[in-house]
């Protein structure tokens, strides 16, 4: 095979691992995408760095503060020694525990060669330390140190994540849960014990990491999917159970562009929240579709000894042959052991229960779910400058289009495609305004409905995890159907095709982001700001 320049150098640019049921396309053998590549640490030795940690539970009460360090840390990750980045060299970072409406304080000091900050995902945050480069603050330059007043008026499980290169840093290991309690000790049912997930993927080859883009992120188009599947950062997770125990499992999807559909063997799981709170009404579900950034809590009740395997179970499609096809990973295994637990909560967990709470907040918005738009917004794509074989194979292959992408189909040309060639574009269907010239303006108490429309007859359709700052919304309805049981949300998917539409409750003021939550779409220009003034 030819070897481009730079193509199997140390540090330089090796070709993505091909899955064998997936042709490689004639004419782009020995490309290389037109960015330099990037590692961490490249040249260092692995042994010179400390051996990160798993994530530590952080309990803070109002007033309290925590000192975050980020840097570079040696990890073991499918038997390769990596060089990662990790805050407090732990993996995921440490979960930060508050109480509802407590105010902590986060000092990080970054210790890597990329500026950085911490963006505090689905929290409506003071608009000052929602860490957005450039909008909120300066990105932290490397030695600097940045303080966070973190204020959390909203029970349930949030994240952190740098909103500096995230395609590099956040898939590097740079994320952590941030779990907001209730003072209410019944919020949610009763469970035997609580387990986090962080879902995850990595994209390595029998030599370790990838590189990455330098200037620009490669695997624009669809973003970079990872081939090795990790929860809270490990491979081959492994958990015990009693018979009939209730596990709370927190779930939290890090990954840059992977959509994960969770099952849980034949156990029974009943989704009580996501993002920002509770369901109106608990829910039996067959396993969790669950986007990047996006949350989901469930619970689930193990009452045969056995070994069940939580896996990652999707229909993958096979664009070139026009063949969607079913594909299992397994993330975790639990063994169900035969002594029963105790206490056995059986009859509370067949139960589904209705958060008369939640109901009545959002009862208050619902003589507005009919109205009329606010504002419309299509996503599509452009590109410029790909090499001639991919636009071929790209124009052919919208014949086969999911309306989420839950593998990557085409990872040579998926990795071939940089931010520098491709424009993922968020488009105002009223003034014609693309992204970053997109400027909506609100005040506070405004209930905004916008609806967005995932344009299928684009050069790439794909769905897209849409994330608002600073708010919480509605997801109404899905293609006009409304959506019969709600829940607060700051992520929802916008699969392909079809028309989503948000009732935004602007409730914060200061300007905020707009996004893709795909690290690949995202910096690839599909974002904007909007202003809700006092
Ligand atoms: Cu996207």
Sequence with gaps: ?????????????????????????????????????????????????????????????????????????????????????????????????????????????????????????????????????????????????????????????????????????????????????????????????????????????????????????????????????????????????????????????????????????????KVVASDVGRYEREQWVPSVIIAPAERYVVDVRFDEPGVVAITNSIQAVNHFRGEFYAHVDTLALITVGDEPAAPDYREAFESLRTNDEVVEDIARYRPLFDKEPDHRLETTVRVSGLPVPIVQAMEMDTLYVPPVEFNDAMPMMNWLSTAEQVTWILRDLDTGAENGDIHWKFRVGDVVKIRIFNQPKSFHPMNHPIHIHGQRFLVVSIDGVPNRDLVWKDTTIVPVGSTVDLLVEMSNPGTWMTHCHIAEHLHSGMMFDFVVEP
């Design 1 to 269: 095979m030819h070897m481009g320049h730079g193509m199997g150098t140390p540090g330089g640019w090796r070709m993505v691992p091909m899955d064998p049921n997936m042709p490689m396309l004639p004419g782009i053998e020995g490309l290389m995408p037109v960015v330099s590549p990037f590692l961490p640490g490249a040249g260092m030795d692995p042994s010179m760095l400390p051996a990160a940690r798993p994530s530590e539970v952080v309990a803070m009460r109002d007033g309290d503060t925590l000192d975050i360090s980020v840097s570079m840390v040696r990890r073991t990750i499918d038997g390769h020694e990596l060089i990662m980045y990790g805050y407090n060299g732990q993996y995921p970072g440490p979960l930060i525990q508050a109480p509802k409406d407590a105010t902590v304080v986060v000092r990080v000091t970054n210790r890597i060669q990329m500026p950085t900050t911490i963006h505090w995902h689905g929290v409506r945050i003071d608009n000052r330390f929602d860490g957005v480069p450039g909008v909120t603050q300066e990105a932290i330059a490397s030695g600097e140190s940045f303080t966070y007043e973190v204020n959390v008026p909203d029970a349930g499980m949030f994240w952190y994540h740098p909103h500096v290169r995230e395609d590099v840093q956040q898939d590097l290991g740079l994320f952590g849960n941030l779990l907001v309690t209730s003072p209410d000790p019944d919020y949610y049912g009763p469970a035997n014990r609580e387990e986090i997930f962080v879902l995850d993927d990595l994209l390595m080859d029998d030599q370790g990491l990838l590189p990455w883009g330098d200037e620009a992120p490669t695997h624009a188009l669809m973003g970079r999917f990872g081939n090795v599947m990790l929860v809270n950062g490990r491979t081959g997770y492994r958990l015990s159970a009693k018979k009939g125990e209730v596990l709370r499992f927190f779930l939290t999807d890090v990954a840059n562009t992977r959509t994960f559909n969770v099952r849980f063997g034949d156990a029974k799981v």
